[in-house]
């Protein structure tokens, strides 16, 4: 029944009656709302709109739907998308050494708890490999040292474009990725970082934390800017230490608090409920 | 300015184009919809809807608008509310012994964080006359008895009436209201228990945490309807505990959650989010 | 460096100078106390205490130690442990179909991060013999029918005499374990139920929420006696929802908190940090 | 019967058999450990103590048990104190114009939730005078220019001295005090600094928030030092936010945990809790 299910998505300046011409427009269109949620931020003056659609035709003209909405957007300059609603992005997962978030990522998207297309893992290190394999995805052993960072990339690029890679999930990958790179997937790379942003920015933020001396560790996943550790955060989480526990131990409480945020965060993005509004996001929950 | 802003709410039975149906009239009145939110029960069948609209003009006309609505209303089969976004609701406070979520409400509403006409504070003790009466607000003592318990609640209702009562909050009110007081003010009762419902209903939930050696407590704000500690629920909120405490331990901790939690619920209801879903309730925040 | 820390665990009816006692013992034995806990709980007049001491030489003799405590132990009517620090206890795990507590805890104990022997997994189903392979150890499947529930215990017992199992965790395991099976292991079994305890035990907890309409879902790991979801309760862990959550949503979501809270009762458990006191526990964190 | 008990504190280097030394000298003045706690800080090497005791003798002789105390505390190098459980430190809050914190510590401290003696309420400005008196607790008002800042301190050095005060609760005090001020009364002033800290230090941090999107909102509770918004922290509480929330929406959210923390962190301090650890604090809770 799932196939029947579509959302839409729009970003404009805000204007009087957009609801209504979009909600007509679906109603011609004999599409039934299911759920919907707008909102006008009074900061950058942009509307955001997010609306999930039935078709009770078994079979929508996404084609035909695509080309007659496209004139009502232009009227009130819009960006927008038509999509299934469960979309199943096609994903690969960047990791290094550490396990904890690759491995939750793989075990909640083999269990369908994560809806997303895993196609690939690419590590610049060949240790996590079982792990992956156990899972029947290919992974990708790509090297990165200081003088083979361009052509690391543009291997990388090459297995990305092979799978037509739509959502790059860096799940404690400790290397930087290029600007160009970075703005070729704007909007599509979700790094986590194990520190409450903006504090502990950088290198080593468990230690940070433990000079400190703060009493809640924090982790937060963002959208990828050039900009080492900024970028429009989507979800952050914390939790709870004392004056016991050294950066060993919390990094061994950070796992929890890591795996959790980035796994809610990519599950905002793949459900479409994520949009980038300057340098924040809109997230409809 | 914010006497241009309204906020519309509708319940009926879910069918197609509703939201269209609704965003048109509100464009074709020239009334800019600036939050919105609907959600469709699966179970119950039920269309829920909360639309918050800007009038351009200074002075909307109230009377016209509702009397044009109601036509579109009785076709869609809606119950309806079209108010001021705020709403202020005339309001009293029944409580007993116990001061916090007395003097947490009267500091809020004091300082506009919550946004309640409060016209009177009711209690069946005389004790916390001074807290109140420092608020400036109406102190009424009435005495409950075995015996006089129709009497008193007919001098409450005089109490109610007298200021067009819209919102009972009881504040650790430890007398039980008739089954006729609850019908009358049906969704207009709003009650916090000291427990994390359904666990541990009736008297004394502390001591009933305590002999369970829960590790979490809990405080749960609802609706009153004539079952005991029943009702649907608006918010609930835990704290984490350990077996140090003893239930005066408990009583001392449960404070903080229980005067947050039924001021949350009282705002929800202020800022008219809550809607009665059968035995349940749907929220927009 | 971990071989020379142990602990000393002990309850006795408490009394004047047990701490006095115990750390002059401890001194004259040439044990450095580098952290400890005591509670004396007035309900039930017990004292509990855990001590963790480094030995400066490399080698203490715990079986002399042991014949020496025994004295003052018998002084003080104190039941009491003195054991490694880091125990490894021989564990089992026990599931049905449900993987992601499985899942979690083969992760945790695969890195490290959960400090238990994990001997061996037995199930009342086939399906979750790949994931267990994987990790490398050894996958049991033991069918339960209504017939053969004897038996099939028989042969679990067998399995985990095999081993000397100390821990046995119900990982959503869906079948009652018999009277005889819990006294025989009272202590070392740890059970999650999916729900707020004492809310919702039984069946289908997610069910009973949802009809409930509660707004805070629940997880609670227990020790297992032979009432069901009863026993004395070790952690527990709540998440938020709301009115769009769907029995199945809550099944997902509750996931992530069913795994958390057995993987922490676990964790206090092998850490030796948990004390039996009647139907509740101590727990020096 | 509280008049019986004691709280032990003590400070010093880290060595072999000191829990044994201590617990022995209580145990031959014969009182009784109720609860006791001990940390060995493997960065600073120092040693932290906290034992509750109960005298079995109505009236102890704490003149004499210090005198004998000291020759036990030089030989071990230990900085302690011991005092009557329920301390009730001579208080002073110093407010400016924000009032849910003070409204929160009148309260607290008037229903014996808060236990610490308030001597007085100063403050830079007249406005909080009314809800200061209606708790009858006396009010000063001291203005502070830039002009007049030696003279405004010596004139609440004044006001402290008279009633030998021993805690200072900036409660949202708007003026920075001088280093020598600082100095003075190091370890027992406690600030309340309504974001996260580290991040946002300064002016308006609930502006920086909302600039930087952040998801979580935090306040934090630190004693002060010279240096603005650093100094140990003793407590730190958060609440989850979305993009909807205005920085003034962010205010009146951050009231709660302000007050929260806040009170907490007044609390651990009466209770005795809190040691300072060089830029950190350690907290037996």
């Not at 579509?6 to 909600?23: E, M, N, Q, T, Y």
């Not at 084609?63 to 009130?76: D, G, S, T």
């Not at 990388?156 to 799940?171: K, P, R, S, T």
Request: net charge negative.
């Amino acid at each position: 029944m799932n196939d029947k299910e579509f959302i839409l998505r729009g970003v404009c300046p805000d204007s009087l009656g957009l609801v209504a011409k979009v909600s007509n427009f679906l109603n011609e269109h004999n599409l039934f709302i299911k759920e919907s949620a707008h909102y006008g931020d009074p900061e950058t003056q942009k509307f955001f709109m997010r609306v999930k659609v039935i078709s009770p035709e078994k079979n929508i003209d996404k084609i035909k739907f695509n080309e007659r909405f496209k004139e009502l957007a232009e009227e009130i300059s819009m960006d927008w998308s038509f999509e299934d609603a469960i979309l199943n992005p096609k994903t690969s997962i960047f990791v290094s050494k550490y396990s904890h978030c690759l491995q939750d990522l793989l075990y909640r998207q083999s269990v369908n708890a994560l809806k997303i297309d895993l196609k690939s893992v690419i590590s610049n290190h060949p240790d996590l490999e079982k792990i992956v394999s156990d899972y029947g995805i290919p992974f990708h052993y790509v090297e990165v040292s200081k003088d083979n960072k361009d052509k690391a990339e543009t291997r990388m690029l090459d297995i990305l474009n092979e799978d037509n890679i739509d959502l790059i999930i860096l799940a404690r990958y400790m290397q930087i990725l290029s600007n160009d790179f970075c703005e070729k997937y704007y909007g599509k790379i979700i790094n986590i970082h194990h520190s409450f942003l903006p504090s502990f920015k950088g290198a080593k933020p468990y230690h940070q934390a433990y000079s400190k001396g703060v009493k809640i560790l924090g982790a937060t996943a963002h959208y990828v800017t050039g900009e080492l550790d900024e970028g429009p955060i989507i979800e952050q989480t914390v939790d709870r230490i004392d004056h016991t526990k050294s950066p060993e131990d919390m990094e061994i409480i950070g796992r929890d608090i890591e795996s959790i945020t980035l796994a809610k965060a990519v599950q905002y993005h793949s459900e479409q409920r994520v949009f980038l509004n300057n340098n924040k996001t809109v997230i409809f929950k």
